[in-house]
C-alpha cells in the first residue's frame, strides 16, 4: 500500500492532505469548531464556535467562551448579546450569553445558514434588533453542504 508522504511536506503537507480530505471535516454531520478572535479590551478571553450540520438541514451552533469579564467591568453595557449574521443579510439577535462566577459561558442555537458570522457584542439592552455596542469576539463559520 502507498502512502501519501504528506508528512516530509510538513505544514504545507497538511494543509493539502486536509483540502484534499474535505477540509475541516470530512461530513456534513461532523462537528467542526472555529476559534473566536477577541477584542484587545478583554485579551485574556478566549472563544469558540461549534457547529454541526443536522439531519434536518439545520446547523447546530454552540458559542463557549472563557475568561470573560462581566460586561458591566469591562464595556458601558449590562449583558452580552450572540449573533449569527449570514453572508449576504442583516445580523439576527440569538440570545444572551450569561457569564459565570468563573467568567465561562456557552449559548446553543440552530440556524439554516451555511454561511455566516458569529458575532458577540457589549449591550445595555438583551432585546436589541441590531448590533450597538462594541464588538468582544467574532469568527466566520461555513458549513459544508
Known sequence: MKTLGFKRWGVGGAL??????GGVGCS????????????DKIPSAMGKVKVKAEKDGNTRVKVEVAHLAQPASAF???????????????????????????LEGSLETKTAFKDFSVIVTAEKDANVTAPSGQSVM???VVVPA
Do not use: C, F
Not at 493539502?16 to 480530505?21: P, V
Not at 458601558?76 to 459565570?100: I, S
Open 16 to 21: 493539502i492532505g486536509t483540502l484534499g480530505l
Open 28 to 39: 456534513g454531520m461532523h462537528e467542526q469548531t472555529w476559534t473566536m478572535s477577541t477584542t
Open 76 to 102: 458601558d453595557a449590562t449583558t452580552y448579546v450572540v449573533w449569527l449574521k449570514p453572508e449576504a443579510g442583516r445580523a439576527q439577535n440569538v440570545g444572551v450569553l450569561n457569564v459565570n462566577k468563573k
Open 138 to 140: 467574532d469568527t466566520k
